[in-house]
Nanobody, 119 residues
Framework: QVQLVESGGGLVQAGGSLRLSCVVS????????VGWFRRAPGKEREFVAT????????PYTDSVKGRFTISMDGAKNTVYLQMNSLKREDTAVYYC????????????WGQGTQVTVAS
């Protein structure tokens, strides 16, 4: 397994931007994908985006397409989530997670970072 630490959350006005970071440490060679998820107040956790650790493929959930961009810096073992044109409904705790196979469950999770979008 790997360890993941998120940062970059905060309070932003609607229409603004934030960039979240997720530093991955440990057995990164066994990592297949790293994903971003979020949990809004009173809602279930939902998938946001993911990136293939080797492939670089980047699927997104429909609600963030065109606004969010996931990327990674392999030299820094860091995955980013650039969030633009933020909306109130993007308010949530954002988590990054890793899994060892593409279709497996995500089995390593960070502690989360709060993103609050004010209107």
């Amino acid at each position: 397994q790997v360890q993941l630490v998120e940062s970059g959350g905060g309070l932003v006005q609607a229409g603004g931007s934030l960039r979240l970071s997720c530093v991955v440490s440990g057995r990164t060679s066994s990592t297949a994908t790293v994903g971003w998820f979020r949990r809004a107040p009173g809602k279930e956790r939902e998938f946001v985006a993911t990136i293939g650790w080797s492939s670089g493929r980047t699927p997104y959930t429909d609600s963030v397409k065109g606004r969010f961009t996931i990327s990674m810096d392999g030299a820094k073992n860091t995955v980013y989530l650039q969030m633009n044109s933020l909306k109130r409904e993007d308010t949530a705790v954002y988590y990054c997670a890793a899994r060892r196979k593409v279709r497996a469950e995500y089995d390593s999770w960070g502690q989360g970072t709060q993103v609050t979008v004010a209107s």
